[in-house]
């Protein structure tokens, strides 16, 4: 069971943590001097430097290793997309609003706060440990202020239990019932509240000056990445399966935010659309490369149990129990993990939890969420689901596009059925202007159909045929019109709408974990966080520090932090007359992993210290073996492991 | 003056690049199937590839070297904030309406189309030649149809073309006005049009479920840098100057877009405000590494006199000379200048335009746009203005904010002033509750006032001060109340707002301008295109071609794919079946500069050809070698001339 404790091992202090995060500016409230919008929030340089190593890291290890079709499309959306998407219709929640105040709550929050609120102080009533679930009390705005001793009767704590557990399954008819059914009224002025109704979570807009052209801001990257299907085919070459990826800010309306970056109105997605043949099992040609990797696994059984201890068993094992839908979902379940632990992601903090069954979408083949564990407790950062054909099927009949697959077949299909010829001169003059209806009804019968024609039609000479409006609705065709013979049809093309795997990522999420799971304190000084990121992900490389602000160390000062960003290394100097370790200090809360002392020694042979951040062990050398050292470490092609044991420890001067 | 050709001096056929462009998916109508947006386009896989490396250089020019403070902050913004900065007022355009068919036109467009298409008539009637301008044909989607032919008296002619030369400075009223006055109506109809109203151009939404929080898509990114910058300023230790830089997407709903990618509703801005102490002229501590570079000045002098050739000096004379307002915005200039540059922009084909007074923003200092000649004329693709200490100030008056700097003066400041000493415990009994009014008054006055009335209690033994509100308007104050001395004050603190130089690209215009640049086709061929991308710009690096589909060449394609993507080098495998020339031509399209032929002795020996886009030479060499050429190529540290001197040229084989 993952705890809330620091890499090392410490109780995270979220507190401590996030007056870290603001001070250093990784991120900071929106519009603050204006009073502020929840739900927003800006990232500052570190946030930005950080999110921005993130989202490289994820280019190369999606986009360039399996040569996917990166596509950026426009955030606003016309309103027939999303319409048939099913956005406009589902993407909602249930909101309440108290007509006095104006109030309004999100009904199923507002349900669960009152019930466990009410069932809380049963238990005080009945003298009994009030356990209280920190994970979901720090989610939460609450709106519930106070907890009424008062003791239940057995009936309705059962009653109230069994609510709180299907809380997500109800809709908004149903919560109203609850709602006037346990007389849940504003938690602070007691006032009744109307009936629940719909709140589209989507921004909505209107494009063009005529206001007519009704439009949303996405709510998702993939409908974009659906839309331009035909076109990616073609630029594929027409070959089969492929991929597109999209990154890029996406839209949801929340009732009331809240858990800050891990519910906000406004965040960065990205996410995959593996477009593969449905038929064939959908097996993935780099699938042996991940098989034996052990992942933790929250089956859909595991949970209807109750249970939360995952099962680590290898992808390769999943997908052969069957557990994991196909080889390809398996695949990118692996590959979701290489990139989590690639940048900093603590292993023990990732689960992969199965969607339920009325979880899901009623198309969806299989879902998988890999969830983070944070000190907000278990949180979906990446969702993988095999959503079948459906979203490209909806567009498809909607607009008549070709969004389908339409290859040559290998081996030539060879299908036994019964055809029927008509003999087309005798069958105009017989049914004149009706021809076309019969035809078709002719056209429309199905083989079992035929099959029965075909007997009828050898015993009697004729055949009955319904059809719709013609005559009395039956039709009799002797057999100089019609014959029905078992033929071979062969078909080279086959058409077909591809399945999708869509892996989705939300980069804000995986962000705030990574910041809890690199976060922790030099011992003996709670203090002094440090954030230790990764190399390839931290947002500076680098820190110079000149021993102090004599004059001879600036002018090398400047010439290494030219030449290290010639080389693409990002650095900062700190020439502040803050003492050395001072500034060491402030870079570790900024999570810079390396960092390079000027001193007088330099000045003379040019050899400078290289501190790193973790271990606070230094190395001395010239400047071309730092600059090489720090390059290669910024690149991720050596540790520091490697780069301590070929350079020589430099143990003479004290920099904390 | 630039002309439009293409970088071979070919002419220019943009129909022939769009077909080109669209053919390989660099950029698409967004939701086509759906009917499409108009000023709405997706980026293809190419076109994404081509934006993230101008973005990635960007950052790396600008960012990186400069230790800019990049901030990613959310493109909701609520309605006060953009009241402030003047958006909610300002940032609209005049439309028209047909009240009968509801069509929408945009007030200076139309009458400007209307007098140009009468003064056309006019010149067809008197047997003139008609010389049409393309550049600004070509950005329209026209709306009047035809021409009539119809002279016009010679005051009329003289009279519109005044009009269309002052077209852009007209507000609503005299739009309204010489609708009227000139009888412009709905050019197909006829009808008579209502008087032009205000079009706010940005999208309007509302925020959160009570509908009460509008809120708007942001027209900029440098709002929420603005915004920030108290805290940007302590993140930096309070030392300035400093610049912020943001990247993202802004909006502007556009009447009627038009020309493509170059005016658009959703585009992806790069923006820097740097930040500068007003005092000292704006010096800049690294112009003296840009001072040489020649740059090409459209003057305002220039302008004004109705030519177009731009004058070409260094940009350390246009700023001695005063043309150019101070360092900091020269120093800018140039930068600018260079990055275009780098990324591969035809030098003859950029000029520094700067803006008309009557162009400029009241508070602006100067402003100069870089402009990118296109087959669409002259297009502003990077603003550079100096804003003075507007945006800051307006802000901090609204909210309240420090946003302003506070420092230490390195010498302080000797006032000598007329300083006014009250006797406290005589005036409260004198005024009682009026006190206050009374010492706010004297507060208040100014130094010369002072001196003044210091002659006049010399001379009188007291003074009368004007006091609104206060007994009938006037105060007398005897000499045991009020002492007025002139002394001497230090201040050793200096508060003050910062200037902002503001940087600001359209990266969507730079990115066309920039294939337009890049753009020329092989002779003899007019089909056979070609996009000459500097290779760290290219959207795909290398293109890996096996001579065949035999069977050897497959494991040595994946092989140096896989080494090519784990130095970071993007590559395309192209095993299709067309000839090698043709799998070349089409990457020719793509603007991959490299290709390695895959061929019988590389199975033998393990040697390979790279092809060079342009020459359409070739050298061969080891498996290393190619790789390190490759990686050396599109990292920019070679040329292909320094790889060609370098590596042995194949001519064994003619993929042609």
Chains 1, 2 share one sequence.
Not at 146 to 157: F, Q, R
Not at 337 to 346: K, S, T, V
Request: hydrophobic share 35%; glycine share 6%.
């Amino acid at each position: 069971m993952a705890s809330n404790t620091t890499k090392t091992g410490q109780p995270l202090d979220r507190a401590i943590l996030d007056s870290l995060l603001r001070r250093r500016l990784f991120y900071t409230p929106s519009f603050e001097i204006y009073g502020g919008v929840s739900g927003l929030y800006d990232y500052g340089p570190p946030g930005c430097a950080l999110q921005a190593n993130i989202v490289d890291t994820w280019r190369k290890h999606f986009v360039l290793e399996e040569d996917m079709l990166e596509v950026d499309c426009t955030m606003l959306t016309p309103h027939d997309v999303l319409k048939t998407s099913g956005h406009v219709d589902k993407f909602a929640d249930w909101m309440c609003k108290d007509p006095k105040t104006g109030e309004i709550f999100r009904a199923d929050h507002l349900v669960e706060e009152v019930l466990e609120s009410r069932l809380k102080g049963d238990k005080e009533a009945r003298g009994q440990k009030v356990v209280v679930d920190e994970e979901k009390d720090n989610k939460r705005k609450k709106k519930v202020k106070e907890t009424k001793v008062v003791k239940l009767e057995d009936a309705t704590v059962k009653e109230y239990e069994e609510v709180l557990a299907k809380i997500d399954n109800y809709n908004g008819e149903e919560l109203g019932q609850l709602i006037v059914k346990y007389n849940i009224t504003n938690p602070v002025t007691g006032a009744e509240l109307l009936p629940p109704v719909s709140f589209n979570l989507m921004f909505q807009t209107s494009i063009g000056p005529s206001s007519n052209l009704r439009g949303y801001l996405r709510p998702e990257t993939a409908q974009g990445q659906f839309l331009t299907f035909q076109k990616l085919l073609e630029f594929n070459q027409q070959s089969m399966p492929f991929a597109s990826a999209s990154i890029g800010k996406s839209f949801r309306n929340e009732i009331s935010p809240r858990a800050g970056l891990l519910r906000v109105r406004e965040f960065l997605m990205a996410e995959i659309e593996h477009f593969v043949d449905p038929e064939g099992g959908k097996k993935h040609p780099r699938f042996h490369e991940v098989q034996d990797m052990e992942l933790a696994f929250l089956s859909r059984e595991i949970q209807l149990s109750g249970r939360t201890e995952v099962e680590k068993m290898t992808i390769g094992k999943a997908v052969s129990t069957g557990l994991v839908d196909n080889e390809t979902l398996g695949y990118f379940l692996a590959r979701i993990q290489l990139f989590l632990l690639r940048i900093g992601i603590d292993e023990s903090k990732i689960r992969l939890r199965q969607h339920m069954m009325n979880e899901m979408a009623h198309y969806a083949t299989d879902c998988w969420d890999a969830e983070l564990f944070t000190s907000y407790g278990w949180i979906e950062c990446v969702g993988c689901a095999d959503r079948s054909a459906y979203d490209l099927s909806v567009h498809k009949d909607k607009t008549g596009a070709a969004l389908f697959v339409r290859e040559t077949r290998q081996e030539p299909l060879h299908i036994e059925e019964w055809q029927i010829d008509l003999d087309k001169k005798k069958f105009g003059p017989r049914f004149k202007k009706e021809s076309k209806t019969v035809e078709a009804a002719v056209d429309a019968l199905s083989q079992e159909l035929r099959e029965k024609l075909s007997l009828d039609l050898e015993k009697d000479g004729k055949v009955e045929i319904d059809v719709e409006g013609v005559s009395d609705g039956k039709v009799v065709l002797e057999k100089d019109l019609i014959k029905i013979e078992k033929r071979t049809r062969v078909e080279n093309i086959r058409e077909y709408v591809p399945n999708v795997i869509e892996p989705s990522f939300g980069i804000g999420r995986i962000f705030y974990s990574l910041i809890e799971h690199s976060y922790w304190s030099r011992p003996g000084d709670e203090a002094r966080g440090v954030l230790s990121f990764p190399p390839v992900i931290a947002p500076t490389k680098v820190l110079l520090v000149p021993l102090s602000s004599h004059q001879s160390f600036k002018p090398i000062v400047d010439r290494i932090a030219l030449r290290l960003r010639r080389v693409g290394v990002s650095n900062r100097v700190d020439d502040s007359s803050a003492s050395i370790g001072k500034r060491y200090a402030r870079n570790d809360e900024l999570g810079t992993p390396l960092g390079i002392t000027v001193d007088f020694q330099s000045v003379k042979d040019n050899t400078f210290t290289l501190r790193d951040r973790d271990s606070m062990k230094q190395v001395r050398a010239s400047e071309d073996e730092i600059v090489a050292a720090i390059k290669s470490l910024a690149e991720g092609e050596e540790t520091w492991n490697d780069v301590f044991k070929r350079l020589p420890e430099f143990l003479g001067q004290d920099v904390e």
